[in-house]
Every structure is written in structure tokens, then in C-alpha cells.
């Protein structure tokens, strides 16, 4: 097969060409479309059962993350120049296109009983722009007379306000969000640049903002610095600018054809696609260096140029196939967690890695053919005096301190297997920003002030409509029991819902005094119901708290980003108590909301990771099966690729680098990336096995000495390549790249040193006949004459 595919790519160079560059092109024209995704992304199938609640609730009460928060300290808000400014700053941001509503101090409503038409007034406590302090005065004691709105809008104890701005549901997921948001930033800085005061952003609308903000801006940059980092490196292995060239030509192809994939298969930018790119310019370069690498040791030995490129085909060739499988398996294994988020970077990863493979084995020999054969100079790096000595030093040990090197190994893995156990299962919505970064901050503001921004629902259920006012009421006075119970957890703000809506108009029809904001006995309540007749239809003021059939109602809540493991205690909690109040048998009430959405997520992926983890440890096995039928070595080959990723978890560990979504990937992307090297050298060494006649142990000299130099190239390559993500502002991405940089150098260690001491070792279990016997893939011959 890999003879017949070389002889054509070299007879039909034009056509192959050709065609490379027309699908390139449309790539290119696909990838001049790409768009970002301002969706929210759910890491939950969408068949699991919270998130279709979670959906349920939404369609019933809309978006629960569509509200942005501006807040300030500040005891001289009530001073009439910064209260007619903040008045006047909610006036403008209401204007903006996108806005649906704003609440603030300056949007404040009173209710007012009106007896001629028996129904309740909503007025203004500001309708005009004051004109007086006394004013303003007014206005302060009216506020502190409607318990309603304390801790919504006003925190009297440490002075904080803040101003809540809800988004309409069609620019909440748009590109439009960015500029709605920018607008209001921009308004909100004018106003505190006039009063020299801070002011504290946050909200969902505003996070997710920021967060594709930096995306955007670190996909250019992560492209950037990969491709620098791969033109030194090449620059210093090769030191020929043609082979530099080359390489990052072919690589630049394969992340064109990445992005385009992402446009045809009609995704969009998120936070993990943006990472393809990049990862594909450093997963592709090493497919070059060993290509080029096998066609100058083939012209060095010869000086053939057109056997030296037929040999580079047939016999690299097939080894990246293998490896490059392994690689695309690590990413494709993500399509099992079920999650579209997760599913669509593993696939899109997966097919990338593959058809660049493809593309660098067909344009570099078409490239190297038209180019007139390498000089001395060009080959100058197969010397590589350094390497062969540092080779030569791992042959020594693996022929003769192989116990010595099971010692180390095993007592490096056991000290890991310790640190493992002190990994921290922990994952907080904004913990990938950095500490000082303004939107963590900022979160931090108002979880002092306010108890939070991050929607935490409670979604009832009555079975039967006008249920939630059946009964005499029984549902809202279990509500006001529930809400009792909610208030004594210091991390959830206090609720709202129809309950606070219904003391408030009790207050309105006992005259505003605030002792009245109470929720009324049965009797007063059917005379307040005369009253609060707007609870019906289109026009219902309600409509946020309940339903139009009268069926659903919820209490609402905000909660502190206290991380899954605290929210997950407090589920426990607070779902029995629950329970107790409202009987499953006659209710349906469920615990919903964005923060446990994200705990869910967290918890599916953490699920997810050891699911897909050993279908991918299955799958690459098969593939091992590709080069030898023998089950000992295929399960002895796993060693060196499993032992990295134990390391790499005890570092987590010891350096506390907590389990989340971000951190999760690295086992499923690294252990796919570490086959590659037991598969170059396992391939390597069946062939020197079947197609010379050496012995096992001469068999395993030559193939350290050969695949050695590629491998320590690779894995340098690869270091540096995954360190660019340390210049990320996500702390998860920070880890990514530099854990992956990490065990990705320990899999060239345990590929070069491990992998073949057990070989040896396995010598005495395991005939020659055996290791080259049949295999599904067959090796490229080095000493054919093509």
C-alpha cells in the first residue's frame, strides 16, 4: 500500500498539487467566515436530565444569567451631583439597543394602593430629575421604608448599590452582547472618572464578555508565538532555511484547513476551539521533522534522491499513520462524554490532526523533489554529536542497568500515586482568570455586598395549573417556610419571588407602613388578591415569578462563587429540607440555576475523564495490534504512555492544581500525543527485527540510535510548543500547556529508556517470530530498491 501511494504522489506530483491548493483555498474561504460563539456552553449532554430542567426553566422565566451588575461603595451616594449622575447613568444605559430593563436607586417603584379601581399603582419614587438634597432625603427614607428592595438594590450596612441591567434574550447570545456591554462600560467609566469613585462589573452577560474577549485576542496570539517557537526550533535543528521553510509552510496549510473545518462543520470559536489552531501547528511540525529527517538519512546513505523520497514514504510514512491515529484518538475520545462543547473540539481536533497528517505527506516530497538534493550543509544535523552521545549513554543503561532504571520508575511512580491522592476535585466558574484580574475582583465585591451574582433557582412545580394559588395557598406560605430555611446559608443571598411580590403589596394595602411587609393570613390575602388582579394576564407584573397558567413559580437567588465541592455540600443540604416542605408526591420542586449547571458539568466531565480515558487506552491498544499481534508487548508498550500521565497527576497534587473542566483534557490530549513515541519505536524495531538479521538486543541499539534523534526533536518541539499557552490569562490553559509540555518530556523519557528495557526483559518470554509475525499494517522495507 505505502509503496503504491509513494510511486503515486511522485508520479503525480502536478494533480496532487493542484489539488491541495484548491481545497486550500476553500478552507481559506471557509475560515475568512468564522465567527465566535457568544452562547453560553453547557459541558452537560443534552439529553441529561438537570440540563433539560434547566432548559424547562428557562423557556417558563427566561435567561437567569441575562442581568449585568454595576456596583459602587460609597456613603455619599444619596448627595444629590452623585445620585442625579447615577440616576441619570441608568437613564442612558436603558437607551442602549439590547437593553430590556435597568434597576437601580434612581429606578426604584413604590406601590400605592388605589381604592376607586381596586387595584395597586406603580410610581416612580423618582420621576423627575431632583432639584434639592431634601429631595433625594426623601427618596433615601421612602427606600429604607420598602424592605423590598434591601440587598437588592442597597446594602445599608456597608453603603454598597448597584445597578442590575437585564439583557434582551436575542442580544444575550449575539455578537451584538460585545458592543452592549462596551457601551455601558463606557458610559459607566465617564461616571466614575466625574466622581473619582470605583465602580465593580459583573453578572453573566459581562463575564462571558470578558472571557471571549480574551479568547479572541489569545487565538492571534497563541499563532503567533507557535509559529515563532517553531521556526527557531526548526532553525536550530535543521539550520537550513529551506527545511524551516518548509515545515512551517505545511504546518500554516494544516491550521488554515483547522479553522475552515471549524466554519464548515458550522461550529463556532469557544474557548477550547480556539486552542485547535495553535495545537495543530505544534502537533504537525514533528510529522516534518521526521519526514525530512528519514529522506536526509536516506540521500546521506546513497545519495538516491528519488529512492531517498519512495523510502521516506514507505517507511515514515506509515509510522506517523500509526501515530498520528493515537494522537487523533486522544482528541476523538472526547466525542464519547456526549457533551457538544467537548465533542465538537474533540472531533474538530481529531480530523485536523489527521488531514494535516495527510497534507504534510503529500506536499513535502512533492516540495523536496523540485528542490535540488540537500548539500552536506543541510545534513549537517544528523551528526548531532550531543544526541548520539546522549543516545549512546541510554543504550548502556538499558542493556545493562535495567534494574536500576524499574527502580527509579517504579519509586518516582509510587511518590506520584501519593501525590494523586492529594489532588483537589474543586472548579470555581471564574478560577481560570487570575487573581488580580478585574472580573475576578470584581465577583469578589459583590459577594462581600450582595452574597453573589450566580443565578441559584428554585423551581416549583404545583402538577396542576392555578396550583400555586390552589388550596387556600398552601404553596406560597411553604415558599415563605422554604425562604426562612434559605436565609440562614451565608453563601445565597436572599430569595425573591412571588411571596416578597405579595408582602410587598400587603405593605401597599396596609398603607406602606413596613411592618406590614409580612405575607398575609388567608383571609386578608383573598381581599389582597382584588387588589393584585395584574397577577393575570399579558400585562402581569408577576410574570418573572410565575407562570401564566399559575402552574410554575420559582425563588430566586444569587449565590457566592464557592466552588463545586462547597456547592455540591450544600445541595445535600438543602434538597432534604426541601423535600421535608414540599411532598414529591404532590409537588415537583428541583434546585436549578447556572451555578448548578456548572457543578453538574464539572462533575459529568470528572465522570467523563476516566470513561474516555480507558476507551482510549482500548482503542490505541487496537492499534498497537496494527504492528504486532503479540498481547504481552501491546500491553507492555501502554507502560511507557500511562506512567507520564501518573506523574503528571501527582504534580497536580503536590502543587495543588485542582481537577476542572480545563485541567480534565490534559490526560485524554497527552496520552494520545505519548503513544506517537512508543509507536515510532515500535515500528522501528519490528522492522530492524524482520528486515535484518540482527539479534533483539542489536535490534534495540539501532533503533535508540535512529528513532533517538527524532523522538529528542519531537519532544523538544513539543515542550516549547505547548509552553506558548503559558502566556495565557486562563489559569486553566496555563496548566494545560505547561502539564502537557511536562508529560510529554517524561513520555520521551519512559519511551526511550523503559520501553526498550522491557523489550529486552520480555526476550526471553517472547520468540523473534513472534514480534515480527503478522501484523494488519505493513512496514516499509529500508533495503528495497525502489
Known sequence: MWKFLANKILRNRPAFFIALVILTLFMGYKAANIKLSYNFASLLPATDSSFVQYERFKQLFGEDGSVMVIGLADSSIFRIEKFNDWYLLSKKIKKIDGIQNVLSLGDV????????????DFVPLVKSLPQQQSEIDSIRKRINELPFYDGLVLNKETNATLMAITFRKKDLDSKHRIDIVNEIKKEADAFSRLHNIELHFSGMPYIRTAVMEKVSHELKLFLILAVIMTTIILGAFFRSLSSVIISVIVVAIGVLWSVGSIELLNYKITILTALIPPLIMVIGVPNCIFLINKYHSEFANHGNKVKALARMITTIGVSLFLANITTAIGFGVLLFTKSSFLAQFGVIAAINVM??????????????SY????????????????????????????HHK????????????????YGMSKIDVTGYVVDDLPKNNPVYTDMHFFEKNFKGVLPFEVFIDSKKPDGVLADNARVLYKMKSLEKILEQYPELSRGISIVDALKFSYQ????????????????????????????KGNENRLKSFIDSTRQYTRISMQMADVGSKKIKKLLEEIQPRVDSIFNKDEYNVKLTGHSLMFLKGNDYLLYNLYESLIIEIVLIAL????????????????????????????????????FKPSTILIFSIAFGISSDGTVYFLAKYKRELKYSKRTISEAISATIMDTGFSMIYTAIILFFGFSIFAASDFGGTVALGVLISITLLVAMITNLVLLPSLLLSIDKWVSRKEIIGESLIELGNEEDDE
Open 371 to 398: 528542490m535540488p538534493p540537500p548539500s552536506d550543509k543541510h545534513m549537517q544535523h544528523l551528526e548531532g554529536k550531543r544526541i548520539r552521545r546522549i543516545l549512546e549513554w541510554v543504550d548502556f543503561i538499558v
Open 623 to 658: 492499534v498497537g495490534m496494527a504492528l504486532f499481534r503479540e498481547v504481552r508487548i501491546i500491553l507492555l508498550s501502554k507502560l511507557p504512555c500511562l506512567i507520564p500521565l501518573i506523574i503528571t497527576a501527582g504534580i497536580m497534587g503536590f502543587l495543588d492544581i485542582r
Open 508 to 535: 401597599a394595602y396596609r398603607g406602606g407602613d413596613p411592618k406590614y411587609y409580612v405575607l398575609p393570613g388567608i383571609s386578608e390575602l383573598k381581599s389582597l388578591n382584588e387588589y393584585t388582579s395584574t397577577v
Open 402 to 417: 535495567r534494574n536500576k532504571i524499574y527502580a527509579v520508575i517504579t519509586i518516582v511512580t509510587l511518590l506520584c500515586f
Open 355 to 368: 488531514a494535516t497528517y495527510f497534507i504534510t505527506l503529500i506536499l513535502i516530497p512533492i516540495i523536496l
Open 109 to 120: 417603584y413604590d406601590l400605592v394602593r388605589n381604592d376607586s379601581l381596586r387595584k395597586f
